[in-house]
Structure formats: C-alpha cells, structure tokens
C-alpha cells in the first residue's frame, strides 16, 4: 500500500506540472504523460525519414546556408582586429532598461564601465590566429566575461541576463579574444560566440581539434550520463543529451567507453578513457531519424526545471528542441529566432492576419517533433487528440486558460490551443512559424 500512495502521489505532481488538469486521475490523462501514448498515434513512426546519408546532407546544407552556424574548418588562418572587435561586440552588448545584480543592488554606471573595459577591444592585433580547442566540461557561454549574475528590474531571479547558452564536454572552438588576465576566452563554435572560462578549454593544434570532432561518434542519448575517467583521479564529466565523443579505442574495460577530453597543467590538450554512467546512455552512433525517437528523446526531458540559456545544468525552450535532434545526428541554430528563420529549413510563415481556424488547420498537418515558433518562444509537436494539437515544451512561465494552477516552469505537455501567451491572450494568435525538421514522404497524412 505504501509503494501504491507513493506513486499516486507523484503521477498527481507530474500531471499538475504537466498541465493536464488535477483532481482524479483519469488513465487517459496519465497516458498523455508517456511518449508511447504518442508513438501509437503517430502513422508510420518507426520509419527512418533520413538514413546516414540524409543526416549528413542534412547538416551539410545547414552550414551552408544559415548564418548563425559556422564551419570551423572553413575558418581563415587569420581574421582582421575589425572582424574580431565586431563579433565580441555583437555578443557584449548592454542589456535594454534598468537591470540589477542577483542580490537587488542596481547596475549603476561604474558596473557598466568596467564590464565594457574587461573586453579589451583595444589589445586586438591588426591580425588574429584563431587558437584552436576542445571543451572539457559542460561550460557557461556569457555576454560579458564575468560569472556575475545579472537580472531585469524587477524580473524573474532565475533568468540571468549575461548567460547565453553552454558548450558541452568535446565541443571543437576557435579562440580568438581573451581578456587581460587571461581567465575569459571569447570562442567561435559551429552553433556560438560568446565568452567561457579558459580553464574549460584545453589547447591543441587545429588539426588535432578538428580531428577529435571529427572522430566523435558516439551519442549521450540519455538527458544526462556522467563519463567517469578510467585511468586518472579526474572527477567524473557530466554530459548532457547530444554530446558526442570519440570511441575509446583500445580500452580493456567491459563498459562502454568513450575518450574524454582533458586540460593538462599547461592547458594543452590530452584525452583519457572513460567510463559510461549509465551504461545505456550512449549510442554508438545517433539514434535513426524517425518520428518515434524524437518523440521518446522530448520526453526524456519531461519535468525538467527551465533554465535560462542552459543555465541551473538545464536548458531553455530552443536547447531543448536543439538537444534532441542533436541525439538524432542532426544540427540546427541555437536560439529560437535563428531556427525560425533559418533558410535551410522547411518553413511555413504564419502572417499575422490569419485567423484562428486557418492557423488551427494548417498545425493540424503537422507530424509530431515538427516545431511551432511564437516570439521567443519553440513547441514541439507530440500529436493530435479530439482536442487539437498538443505540444511538449520547455517553458519558464506557462500557463493554460482556464486553469488555476501556477504557471510552469520546466518541461511540460499541454494542449496547444489553451497555451497562453505573455501578455495574457492565446499563444495560438502569436504563432509566427512552423518548422518541419524531418522530411515528410510522398503521399504522407498527417
């Protein structure tokens, strides 16, 4: 009986957080809470929509045509002092409006003065060398070279405002800025330019660099494992869904195993075998592009809190949706604006004139894991009931009409057309776009 409370107990949590309405809980709402209950509706999900050579042309195409990405070995030797001063300048901008330290203290004008002279824009030589390295953790990517946490007057606590997104252990980056001290790198990476600690990356030539990205194959398929090094005291390395590292070749150890990179006392880069943990958590390579792993993958995530551009060890609305495909093989834009607008995707732009029910009707042709975007803000697509479209997504403030619960704040599924938006009216009215990731065959029903 008491393993039987226990469980009742949490299902009426999770679907109180899940935005399926509390009181009794009926098996229907439950099964809202399992991918299968999904994958059962979804035609044809097994089917592999992209084989290996479809991924590949896929993420081909992406780097060639959206802006936001970037090939690292397409990188030029040297970049221009201009075109370094603008990409640190792009990224490090001042925040609009009044804007606090975490502790309420406002930001006054000296605050602002010495964030803008720790980029030392003027130490840029005529001509920069991009250094070459590898991640060796899950890493704060920032506007401004502090780990000082800053927040809108009178905004959420929770939302840092110079936190930009995170770079995961095994992530290949070109440095090329640093501050006066040494401790801040600003770093390109194929998805992000932003500033990250020095003593996360770990330094080796370019071709060393691009041959460890070049060689990692294996997929962290979990929401989280930790790679736990064999040979050395290390500590374990927390790794996140999508990370992908080298096969560790030669290894006696009966668990799966993977190379892990790692910052020696001079900061140059060596590698060790490590251990899986979990064992089940990595794939040997990306799981097969069908709509019934996009659907398991977002439900991994299910209940997890938000965090503000991979802050708190979690991720926001578009790290969610770029971390699942990424467990897929397949690589989109970091931010919600860029994978809206992205080129190299299949696009249907919403006008703002239609109406409601046309709206409805063309989200009705959408397959589960296509993506619906509203300003800054990306949903997923499980499926479709007798009540519309439904969505998982990862949301810091929301809420649904109608119901009295508090607003989520984490990963969730709910009915997409009671979702509401920030100033109060139906999210479904500020739909700007919608994203099909994986292609549709000839003849395919939604």
Do not use: K
Not at 134 to 161: E, K, N, Y
Not at 198 to 221: G, I
Not at 313 to 331: N, Q
């Amino acid at each position: 009986m008491m393993e039987s409370s226990a469980t009742g107990v949490m299902l009426l949590v999770v679907l109180a957080a899940c935005h399926v309405p509390r009181g009794t809980v009926r098996a229907e709402e439950a099964d809202r809470l399992r991918p299968d209950h999904w994958v059962a509706r979804c035609p044809d999900a097994d089917r592999v929509l992209l084989d290996a050579a479809g991924v590949e042309a896929f993420n081909r195409r992406m780097l060639a045509r959206d802006r936001s990405l970037r090939d690292l070995a397409a990188l030029p030797v040297a970049l221009p002092a201009a075109d370094v001063s603008a990409l640190v300048a792009g990224v490090s901008r001042m925040p609009d409006g009044p804007f606090q330290h975490a502790d309420g203290r406002a930001v006054d004008a000296a605050d602002r003065e010495r964030w803008l002279a720790s980029l030392a824009l003027d130490s840029i030589p005529a001509d920069v060398a991009p250094r070459f390295a590898i991640v060796t953790r899950r890493a704060a990517l920032r506007r401004f070279p502090t780990a000082q946490r800053v927040r809108r007057a009178g905004g959420p606590h929770d939302i840092d405002l110079f936190q930009e997104s995170a770079f995961f252990p095994g992530t290949p980056t070109a440095a090329v800025h640093a501050t006066a001290d040494g401790r801040w790198t600003f770093v390109l990476g194929i998805t992000y330019a932003a500033w990250i600690e020095t003593a996360a990356l770990a330094f080796a030539e370019r071709d060393a660099v691009l041959d460890f990205a070049r060689r990692s194959s294996v997929v962290v398929v979990a929401a989280r494992a930790l790679a736990a090094p064999i040979e050395t005291a290390t500590e374990a390395i927390a790794l996140d869904m999508g990370t992908v590292l080298p096969e560790a070749g030669g290894s006696a150890a009966s668990e799966p195993t993977v190379t892990v990179p790692v910052r020696s006392a001079d900061g140059s880069l060596a590698v060790a075998p490590a251990r899986i943990e979990p064992a089940d958590a990595i794939r040997a390579a990306p799981l097969s592009a069908s709509r019934r792993h996009v659907l398991e993958q977002a439900f991994r995530f299910l209940g997890e809190p938000y965090g503000w551009g991979h802050d708190h060890d979690a991720r926001d609305c578009s790290g969610f949706v770029g971390e699942i495909y990424r467990s897929l093989g397949l690589l989109l834009p970091r931010n919600t604006r860029d994978q809206a607008t992205s080129p190299a995707l299949d696009r249907t732009v919403v006008a703002a004139d239609w109406p409601r029910d046309r709206r409805l009707a063309e989200i009705g042709r959408l397959r589960a894991g296509d993506l619906v975007y509203a300003p800054r803000h990306v949903m997923m697509i499980v499926g479709h009931d007798e009540s519309g479209p439904w969505v998982i997504h990862d949301t810091h403030a929301g809420r649904l009409a109608g119901a009295a619960d508090p607003p989520a704040n984490g990963v969730v599924v709910a009915p997409l057309a009671r979702i509401l938006a920030e100033d109060g009216g139906l999210t479904i009215d500020t739909i700007t776009t919608l994203v099909r990731v994986l292609p549709r065959p000839a003849g395919d029903r939604p």
